[in-house]
């Protein structure tokens, strides 16, 4: 079966540093692959998304990678600040289904000054 | 203007009642969603509908019906509600069904079932 994978863990970093978030999924062959942010008592909120055959993704101090070969999306949020503190997840379509967004269990992200 | 917006936010009922959700978008979206959020934070997809038809239907038991009169608005029932019942359900929208849209969620319902 389909499955994404996202450290349940949470990420804890200094402010000013580079944060990494790994998204890994397996009997998938996605078209493309989304990223959102979800802070607490909110709904998920879009940030980027990447298609199959583009290797890296940039907005402002968001850079996204997706290896199709490795079946893995990073997720990179450079000079990381303390308002960057939230919950990210990943998202994928299920094969064929395009209308079917798949989502992983997310990392929690803190930021710490 | 808050583009997905979904009553009431917060749901605090007794086992065995009804309820319904309302959602509705104002970005001229054709596609609505309904997802569930639980206790550990999965978010998974309960139903779609595009251009008020409904495309996509999880196996969600039968006491959950949706309902969508137009295509800017998606309303979720839930007849005879369990304890299990009790999550964070999230209305979302999309332009389309078919392209590689992102999606516009709501703020969240948060049921509680007593």
């Known amino acids: 079966s389909q499955k994404i994978e996202q450290n349940s863990e949470a990420l804890n970093i200094q402010e000013g540093k580079t944060a990494t978030l790994t998204c890994n999924y397996t009997?998938?062959?996605?078209?493309?692959l989304q990223w959102y942010r979800q802070d607490p008592g909110r709904g998920p909120v879009f940030l980027l998304l990447i298609r199959e055959n583009e290797k890296e993704k940039r907005k402002e101090r968001l850079k996204v990678t997706f290896d199709t070969t490795l079946k893995q999306s990073l997720f990179h949020i450079t000079a990381s600040q303390p308002a960057d503190s939230a919950t990210y997840l990943c998202?994928?379509?299920?094969?064929?289904?395009?209308?079917?967004?798949?989502f992983g269990t997310g990392t929690r992200l803190q930021v710490t000054l | 203007d808050t583009a997905v917006s979904q009553t009431p936010k917060y749901l605090v009922t007794q086992m065995g009642n009804d309820k319904s959700i309302k959602c509705e978008q104002n970005l001229g979206h054709d596609t609505m969603y309904w997802y569930k959020q639980d206790s550990k934070k999965f978010l998974k997809i309960m139903f779609s509908y595009n251009n008020k038809e409904l495309i996509i239907n999880e196996t969600v038991p039968n006491r959950f019906s949706p309902k969508s009169p137009d295509k800017a608005h998606l309303n979720l029932h839930i007849n005879s509600l369990e304890l299990g019942d009790s999550a964070v359900y999230f209305c979302?929208?999309?332009?389309?069904?078919?392209?590689?849209?992102?999606?516009?969620f709501g703020e969240g319902s948060r049921l509680t079932v007593l």
């Open positions: 998202a994928l379509p299920y094969t064929g289904t395009a209308s079917k967004l798949t």
């Open positions: 979302a929208s999309s332009q389309d069904s078919r392209n590689t849209g992102e999606l516009f």
């Open positions: 009997n998938y062959s996605p078209a493309y």
